[in-house]
């Protein structure tokens, strides 16, 4: 379903000089699965989602998803792809009806099929309260399930989230957590960026831990324990990316 092949990205620096974000990346996600690609902030995750969404063209490699490139149709691309982030991405001043049947519209969902998986996803997602009060006036909370609404308007099949819960409470991390095992059950392909690791061990079936611009390891989280000799994907990444002691010892 998502297929990323020796995917790189290059943006130039003063003096002539390159800063290499991605460096050669490459995996794969089935239908049905959910990848953690992990790491820290700055570590290539949101570089490597903008290009495999085509926003961004890659310096050289390749990504597609559904047999569609990122380059040559970033068009269909888009149109398999729902995308949550940090970002709510809702507009204030339109209710969370008016907003889902806009967005249906871009994807050219037909009206009849967009009032029916309006009123699937508002019982699934509690949208039934606040459906027609504006955006603007909504909770942090009731903000988040629009986006999710918004991102499964158009029925994808594949998901791409992207520090999802940055920001939230616990009520709110755990909607999110839910609603990946829900999209996952729908047989969806899922890329879940993030650099809260633990988090990921409860939701991912497979990992890709990436550090300056590239995946050092990659698997379940049996094959990196085996792989590694760690226990927690925090472990492993210290190991792997070679960090020491992060703080002086011995200051006053």
């Given at each position: 379903m998502i297929d990323v092949h020796q995917l790189s990205r290059s943006f130039p620096l003063p003096g002539g000089q390159e800063l290499v974000a991605v460096d050669s990346v490459s995996f794969q996600v089935a239908a049905g699965e959910v990848y953690g690609l992990l790491g820290p902030n700055g570590a290539?995750?949101?570089?490597?989602?903008?290009?495999?969404?085509?926003?961004?063209?890659?310096?050289?490699?390749?990504?597609?998803?559904?047999?569609?490139s990122s380059v040559n149709d970033p068009d269909e691309v888009k149109r398999r792809v729902g995308l949550v982030s940090a970002n709510s991405g809702v507009y204030q001043y339109l209710s969370?009806?008016?907003?889902?049947?806009?967005?249906?519209?871009?994807?050219?969902?037909?009206m009849d099929d967009c009032l029916r998986?309006?009123?699937?996803?508002?019982?699934?997602?509690?949208?039934?309260e606040f459906l027609d009060r504006p955006s603007g006036t909504l909770s942090t909370g009731q903000k988040q399930r629009v986006q999710l609404a918004r991102a499964l308007i158009h029925r994808p099949p594949v998901m791409l989230l992207d520090e999802p819960t940055l920001g939230l409470d616990v009520l709110g991390s755990q909607v999110i957590h839910e609603f990946i095992s829900h999209v996952r059950g729908e047989g969806k392909a899922v890329i879940l960026c993030t650099h809260h690791l633990d988090e990921a061990e409860r939701i991912c079936s497979r990992f890709g831990l990436m550090h300056r611009?590239?995946?050092?390891?990659?698997?379940?989280l049996e094959?990196?324990?085996?792989?590694?000799?760690?226990?927690?994907?925090?472990?492993?990444?210290?190991?792997?990316?070679?960090?020491?002691p992060l703080l002086a010892r011995g200051a006053d």
């Open positions: 290539g995750k949101t570089t490597t989602l903008r290009m495999l969404l085509g926003l961004l063209r890659p310096t050289s490699g390749s990504a597609a998803i559904a047999g569609f969370p009806r008016e907003l889902l049947i806009f967005f249906a519209d871009l994807y050219g969902v037909p998986e309006l009123k699937r996803l508002s019982e699934l997602l509690g949208l039934e611009g590239r995946i050092v390891t990659e698997g379940t094959e990196l324990r085996a792989q590694t000799g760690c226990h927690t994907l925090v472990e492993m990444f210290l190991k792997l990316s070679e960090q020491g």
